[in-house]
């Protein structure tokens, strides 16, 4: 028995220092053997079969084969009179997850050794067995450190030091901590957080809470920060003292910016929603009130001799009115553009006529504010929305108009026009003033930013020239530097197939060719102020609602029908409907007028129709040539 305590002492003082446990179990079953022609076996097994299996045949005369199952020995078992031995002895054992037995076959073989023997074999695995556990759990804890996308931190509060995976320098670039204490961590807080942050996991310790949930800024290696989501599960001892903590740091920037993007998504379709209800009533009354106004320029401006003298103040304060109802117009216009799109019809556009309304349009603000250089080469036709694209060069004008102006300078704003290297139309509007910081850029054209003071802007200017652009296929870029000003580039792709070539201007109509011309609208000031606007060159006759209408157009098909799409009791698409049912023909004498389809009906009738539509509010220009473009397609020559 004494050399079975100092066998014990020899195994486990291997085992510490390394030995594999095969070495150490075939030594055991060596010893268990003796010199007299004892024979010993040892098998192993767990639930998927046998693991391990060691002999020793000693002396024996004929080769021994490890006994199948280990079945219990005796003197008369079949086994040990096959082997011509005089005794046998077995000692069977479970531990947890494994059983074994050690067999012990010849004339001396001692149950009592061999039982001893046996325990020492089933302590030796039950330790391999923990220390292969032990392994198995670290070696999992490293894979899960290094498979995983957060950074995994274990701070021993007692020492206050901490340790970190290696997905800190994966994840935040920090490669070489300067300490492994807690201060490093609090010195890598965003300063605005610091307090919070540290004041939130000295509250939960206070309180002995088990767990620490924190979002917060964290300085990474290159010095730019990262939103974190800090998730921590905390120990303590019998004293109720927190003595450990650990803890998983997720990088949620792109989360943040995605909430962020969603956020700043419902604001949009907030006021989208907001501005396709309210932009019907807005445009009406805009309609009629621009429409006035250049009826009374246009008189006005007949005027001749000391009328005409009079009249210049007049036509001046008018002027200026209809400007500022082109800004209004505008305004709804721009919010418009992130409400559900309205129809936008897509046709081949002349850039410089486009830049040219443009500029037209802007006159009012350039000319107070700077010079402008025109440089307009030859560009190809695009396919494009003719007045969406005009807006996108207006809100560029301005924006230059705005940032050239006022340094103590002369301040110039250039546009030009021509051919990008691919074959596209290019529109380059610069200025002369101060470049923009290098923070400002990466959000020029995020819609509600601007750089301006709230009273001059609400930052939705660049964002809709961008959406514009994008919708046609196109792209917009910035340059801004010191020495040159800021400078931005529209590329449109030319239109395939298409003869580049300005489009002929509408042939004048014989005044002869007067037209009927029947108004649907249900606001009669438009009425009235359509009637003006085509007066003397058309016979107009106006309903407010669409039955009546059809009755009349029962009675006397007119040449032109103008109908509004947005109207109580008998809308555009009824009046439509009804038209392509009882008169199909009239339909490509249709135009329809909008100032604004705020219902999923009207937008997507807008969609399918294939009619011409006009925006309200419309210029007279706009009205009559939309009109003698449909008195030149559908209507015969007089004779």
């Known amino acids: 028995m004494a050399n079975d305590a100092v066998a014990i002492v020899d195994f486990f003082t291997r085992q510490r220092r390394g030995a594999r446990l095969a070495e150490v179990l075939r030594d055991v079953v060596k010893l268990t053997a003796a010199a007299d022609g004892t024979h010993a076996f040892f098998e192993l097994r767990d639930a998927s079969g046998p693991v391990l299996m060691a002999g020793w045949p000693g002396n024996a005369k004929a080769d021994l084969a490890a006994p199948p199952g280990l079945a219990a020995l005796g003197p008369d078992d079949e086994l040990v009179k096959r082997h011509g031995v005089a005794a046998g002895a077995r000692y069977a054992f479970e531990v947890p997850g494994?059983?074994?037995?050690?067999?012990?076959?010849?004339?001396?073989?001692?149950?009592?050794?061999?039982?001893?023997?046996?325990e020492v074999i089933a302590a030796l695995v039950t330790s391999?067995?923990?220390?292969?556990?032990?392994?198995?759990?670290?070696?999992?804890?490293?894979?899960?450190?290094?498979?995983?996308?957060?950074?995994?931190?274990?701070?021993?509060?007692?020492?206050?030091?901490?340790?970190?995976?290696?997905?800190?320098?994966?994840?935040?670039?920090?490669?070489?901590?300067?300490?492994?204490?807690?201060?490093?961590?609090?010195?890598q807080l965003h300063p605005d957080d610091t307090t919070r942050v540290w004041d939130s996991l000295q509250r939960v310790m206070a309180d002995?809470?088990?767990?620490?949930?924190?979002?917060?800024?964290?300085?990474?290696?290159?010095?730019?920060?990262?939103?974190?989501?800090?998730?921590g599960t905390l120990v303590y001892d019998g004293s109720n003292r927190a003595v450990r903590m650990l803890g998983v740091m997720e990088d949620i920037s792109r989360d943040r910016e995605l909430e962020s993007r969603l956020a700043l998504a419902s604001r949009l379709a907030a006021v989208g929603s907001l501005a396709s209800g309210i932009a019907h009533e807005i445009n009406n009354p805009l309609a009629w009130v621009t429409s006035n106004l250049s009826f009374a320029l246009e008189e006005l401006r007949k005027l001749e001799g000391e009328a005409r003298e009079v009249a210049a103040e007049i036509e001046e304060a008018l002027d200026d009115a209809q400007t500022g109802a082109?800004?209004?117009?505008?305004?709804?216009?721009?919010?418009?553009?992130f409400a559900h799109a309205d129809h936008e019809r897509l046709a081949p556009v002349s850039?410089?006529?486009?830049?040219?309304?443009?500029?037209?349009?802007?006159?009012?603000?350039?000319k107070h504010r700077a010079r402008v250089i025109k440089r307009l080469d030859r560009a190809p036709m695009v396919l494009a929305n003719e007045p969406r694209l005009g807006q996108a060069v207006v809100n560029l004008l301005l924006h230059a108009a705005w940032s050239a102006g006022g340094h103590g300078r002369i301040a110039e704003v250039t546009i030009a026009t021509g051919t990008t290297a691919d074959g596209g139309a290019l529109i380059e509007?610069?200025?002369?003033?101060?470049?923009?910081?290098?923070?400002?850029?990466?959000?020029?054209?995020?819609?509600f930013f601007s750089v301006r003071a709230k009273s001059e802007g609400i930052?939705?200017?660049?964002?809709?020239?961008?959406?514009?652009?994008?919708?046609?296929?196109?792209?917009?870029?910035?340059?801004?530097?010191?020495?040159?000003?800021?400078?931005?580039?529209?590329?449109?792709?030319m239109v395939p197939d298409l003869p580049q070539q300005e489009p002929a201007a509408p042939a004048p109509r014989p005044a002869e060719q007067s037209a009927l011309v029947l108004v649907i609208d249900d606001e009669p000031s438009i009425l009235t102020a359509i009637e003006?606007?085509?007066?003397?060159?058309?016979?107009?006759?106006?309903?407010?609602?669409?039955?009546?209408?059809?009755?009349?157009?029962?009675?006397?098909?007119?040449?032109v029908i103008l109908c509004d799409v947005m109207m109580p009791d008998f809308s555009g698409p009824a009046v439509w409907a009804q038209l392509a049912s009882n008169h199909p023909h009239l339909l490509p004498r249709v135009v329809l007028l909008t100032g604004g389809a705020f219902t999923r009906e009207a937008q997507s009738f807008l969609e399918a129709c294939p009619a011409t539509v006009i925006d309200k509010p419309f210029t007279p220009r706009l009205l009559r040539e939309a009109v003698d473009r449909v008195i030149e397609a559908t209507v015969s020559p007089k004779n």
């Not at 767990?211 to 939103?227: I, L, M, N, Q």
């Not at 850039?351 to 350039?366: C, D, F, P, S």
Request: hydrophobic fraction near 40%; charge should be negative.
């Open 98 to 118: 494994f059983s074994g037995a050690l067999v012990v076959l010849g004339p001396t073989a001692d149950l009592e050794h061999t039982r001893v023997m046996g």
């Open 128 to 187: 391999w067995d923990a220390e292969r556990r032990s392994k198995d759990l670290a070696e999992r804890h490293r894979l899960v450190s290094q498979a995983t996308q957060h950074v995994i931190y274990d701070w021993d509060i007692a020492t206050d030091t901490m340790t970190w995976n290696p997905r800190m320098a994966d994840v935040f670039g920090h490669v070489d901590i300067a300490n492994d204490d807690i201060g490093w961590w609090r010195d």
């Open 208 to 231: 002995h809470e088990l767990y620490w949930v924190c979002e917060y800024r964290f300085r990474r290696a290159d010095g730019d920060w990262s939103w974190v989501f800090d998730r």
């Open 326 to 337: 082109t800004r209004i117009a505008q305004i709804v216009s721009d919010l418009r553009t």
């Open 351 to 366: 850039i410089k006529r486009v830049v040219e309304g443009a500029l037209t349009i802007a006159n009012n603000e350039l």
């Open 429 to 447: 509007v610069s200025d002369n003033g101060p470049a923009l910081a290098p923070d400002v850029l990466p959000h020029l054209f995020d819609p």
């Open 459 to 493: 930052g939705l200017g660049l964002a809709v020239t961008h959406s514009i652009v994008a919708g046609f296929g196109g792209s917009i870029d910035v340059d801004s530097t010191p020495a040159r000003g800021t400078t931005f580039r529209i590329a449109l792709p």
């Open 532 to 559: 003006r606007t085509l007066a003397g060159q058309h016979e107009v006759v106006g309903f407010t609602h669409g039955q009546l209408a059809l009755e009349a157009i029962a009675r006397r098909e007119p040449d």
